[in-house]
């Protein structure tokens, strides 16, 4: 019983893992985006907010 329990248990770190990690991935690409377009937004709002709109649409 012992043996299928850490059979069981392997298979589940590694899943466990394996979740973890896309998650991560995932989660550092929306933070990129979100940081990208936080810079776009402070550089065009020193020129004008026409720019600003282009900016959110080239985004999006």
């Known amino acids: 019983v012992l043996f ?10 590694f899943m466990y893992a394996l979740l ?3 998650l991560n991935k995932y989660w550092k690409f929306k933070y990129n985006k979100i940081i990208s377009i936080m810079a776009c937004r ?6 004008n907010e026409e ?10």
């Not at 402070?42 to 020129?47: D, L, V, W």
């Open 4 to 13: 299928i329990q850490q059979i069981y248990g392997g298979v589940f770190l």
């Open 20 to 22: 973890r990690e896309t």
């Open 42 to 47: 402070e550089f065009f709002q020193e020129n």
């Open 51 to 60: 720019k600003l709109i282009m900016s959110d649409k080239f985004i999006h």
